[in-house]
C-alpha cells in the first residue's frame, strides 16, 4: 500500500483553493492524477521550513519545488501526462519555460513589487497567516527577494532602470498571454480532453492573476481580454475542486468527493494485486488522469469575484 502523501501550502481565498501559484500548480496536478494528497494549508502559523512551500511530505521524505514534486508523483504512478507524445512532451517543457521567463516576473512585480498591490492586498494577506512577530518581517523579506529575482533576471543592458524594467516584462507578460491564448483555441486543455502537467502550471500561474483584486491590475485586464484562458481557469475550479465560479462548494459535492475518494482507494488496492499476480504486467501508470466530460460554457467564463496572490 503506498505511504501517505501530505503537501503543505498556503490556503486560499478570493474562490481559489491557495494564493500561491506554486501551490496552486502542485494542486491541480495531484487532482488531475487522481494522487490523494492530504493538504495542510498555512493558517495563522509559519509551519513551513524556511518558509518553502509547497512541500511534499511522505513518511521521512521531504520534497519542494513543483518540479520535484510533479517528479515524485510520477514515479508513484500518479502520472497526469502517460498519455502525450514525445512532441506533447517536449512541448509541455517549452511552454513551462516560456511561463517561467515571461509571465513569472511580471506576476511577482503585481504582488510583491508594485506599492499600492504590495501594501493594501499582499502584505496584509500573508501576514494574517504567519505567525507574530515574524509577521512583521517577513512580507517584507519576500518582497525584497521578489525585487532581487527580477533585477537579477531581467535589470541587465540595455534595461537599466527600474522603470525600463517594468515596462518591458509587462511586454512580454502579455505577448505570453496571446501566444497561450491562441495555443489553446477552443480546446478545453492544452492538449485535447484531458489536463496535463502543462495544464497545472498555465492553472497555477494564470488564475491568480485572474481573480485577484488589486488597486493596479494592468496585467489582469489584458488576460480578461482572452476569454478562453478565462473559461480554462473557471473549468478547473469548477469540474476539480468543486468550486462555482463565486467559489462556493455546489451543494452535494462533499459526499461526491468522498466517495470518489473511497473508489480511488478500492482501484489502487486492485491494481497492487494484480501486479503481484502477474509479473509480466505491462507497465503503466496505475492512475490515469481523470477525464472530464465537455463542458458547455458560458460566453466569457470570466466575470468572477477578483482574487488570489503570489509569493517568490
Given at each position: 500500500?503506498?505511504?501517505?502523501?501530505?503537501?503543505?501550502?498556503?490556503?486560499?481565498?478570493?474562490?481559489?483553493?491557495?494564493?500561491?501559484?506554486?501551490?496552486?500548480?502542485?494542486?491541480?496536478?495531484?487532482?488531475?492524477?487522481?494522487?490523494?494528497?492530504?493538504?495542510?494549508?498555512?493558517?495563522?502559523?509559519?509551519?513551513?521550513?524556511?518558509?518553502?512551500?509547497?512541500?511534499?511530505?511522505?513518511?521521512?521524505?521531504?520534497?519542494?519545488?513543483?518540479?520535484k514534486i510533479l517528479n515524485f508523483l510520477r514515479k508513484q504512478k500518479y502520472?497526469?501526462?502517460?498519455?502525450?507524445?514525445?512532441?506533447?512532451?517536449?512541448?509541455?517543457?517549452?511552454?513551462?519555460?516560456?511561463?517561467?521567463?515571461?509571465?513569472?516576473?511580471?506576476?511577482?512585480?503585481?504582488?510583491?513589487?508594485?506599492?499600492?498591490?504590495?501594501?493594501?492586498?499582499?502584505?496584509?494577506?500573508?501576514?494574517?497567516?504567519?505567525?507574530?512577530?515574524?509577521?512583521?518581517?517577513?512580507?517584507?523579506?519576500?518582497?525584497?527577494?521578489?525585487?532581487?529575482?527580477?533585477?537579477?533576471?531581467?535589470?541587465?543592458?540595455?534595461?537599466?532602470?527600474?522603470?525600463?524594467?517594468?515596462?518591458?516584462?509587462?511586454?512580454?507578460?502579455?505577448?505570453?498571454?496571446?501566444?497561450?491564448?491562441?495555443?489553446?483555441?477552443?480546446?478545453?486543455?492544452?492538449?485535447?480532453?484531458?489536463?496535463?502537467?502543462?495544464?497545472?502550471?498555465?492553472?497555477?500561474?494564470?488564475?491568480?492573476?485572474?481573480?485577484?483584486?488589486?488597486?493596479?491590475?494592468?496585467?489582469?485586464?489584458?488576460?480578461?481580454?482572452?476569454?478562453?484562458?478565462?473559461?480554462?481557469?473557471?473549468?478547473?475550479?469548477?469540474?476539480?475542486?468543486?468550486?462555482?465560479?463565486?467559489?462556493?462548494?455546489?451543494?452535494?459535492?462533499?459526499?461526491?468527493?468522498?466517495?470518489?475518494?473511497?473508489?480511488?482507494?478500492?482501484?489502487?488496492?486492485?491494481?497492487?494485486?494484480?501486479?503481484?499476480?502477474?509479473?509480466?504486467?505491462?507497465?503503466?501508470?496505475?492512475?490515469?488522469?481523470?477525464?472530464?466530460?465537455?463542458?458547455?460554457?458560458?460566453?466569457?467564463?470570466?466575470?468572477?469575484?477578483?482574487?488570489?496572490?503570489?509569493?517568490?
Amino acid at each position: 500500500m503506498a505511504a501517505p502523501m501530505e503537501l503543505n501550502c498556503w490556503g486560499g481565498g478570493w474562490g481559489l483553493p491557495s494564493l500561491h501559484p506554486e501551490s496552486l500548480t502542485v494542486m491541480a496536478y495531484a487532482k488531475f492524477s487522481g494522487a490523494p494528497l492530504t493538504v495542510n494549508t498555512i493558517n495563522n502559523s509559519w509551519r513551513a521550513p524556511k518558509g518553502d512551500v509547497p512541500v511534499l511530505i511522505s513518511e521521512d521524505i521531504v520534497i519542494s519545488q513543483p518540479a520535484k514534486i510533479l517528479n515524485f508523483l510520477r514515479k508513484q504512478k500518479y502520472n497526469a501526462d502517460y498519455e502525450l507524445s514525445a512532441k506533447q512532451g517536449a512541448d509541455t517543457l517549452a511552454y513551462i519555460a516560456l511561463l517561467e521567463e515571461k509571465v513569472l516576473p511580471a506576476l511577482l512585480h503585481t504582488f510583491w513589487v508594485e506599492a499600492e498591490n504590495y501594501c493594501s492586498v499582499t502584505k496584509p494577506w500573508f501576514a494574517s497567516r504567519i505567525a507574530f512577530p515574524l509577521s512583521l518581517y517577513l512580507p517584507g523579506k519576500m518582497s525584497r527577494e521578489a525585487l532581487n529575482r527580477i533585477l537579477l533576471t531581467r535589470g541587465g543592458p540595455p534595461l537599466y532602470s527600474l522603470s525600463e524594467v517594468e515596462a518591458q516584462i509587462y511586454r512580454d507578460a502579455k505577448e505570453c498571454l496571446n501566444l497561450l491564448s491562441k495555443r489553446l483555441g477552443t480546446s478545453q486543455f492544452f492538449f485535447g480532453d484531458t489536463p496535463t502537467t502543462l495544464d497545472a502550471f498555465v492553472f497555477g500561474f494564470l488564475a491568480p492573476i485572474y481573480k485577484v483584486c488589486f488597486p493596479r491590475v494592468q496585467l489582469q485586464e489584458h488576460l480578461k481580454q482572452l476569454p478562453n484562458l478565462c473559461r480554462f481557469c473557471d473549468d478547473i475550479l469548477t469540474c476539480y475542486f468543486r468550486l462555482t465560479v463565486s467559489g462556493h462548494s455546489p451543494a452535494g459535492q462533499d459526499t461526491a468527493d468522498a466517495n470518489l475518494q473511497k473508489l480511488t482507494q478500492l482501484v489502487n488496492k486492485e491494481s497492487n494485486l494484480i501486479e503481484k499476480m502477474d509479473d509480466n504486467l505491462r507497465k503503466s501508470p496505475q492512475h490515469p488522469p481523470r477525464k472530464l466530460t465537455r463542458l458547455k460554457l458560458a460566453a466569457g467564463g470570466g466575470e468572477s469575484t477578483p482574487s488570489s496572490r503570489l509569493s517568490p
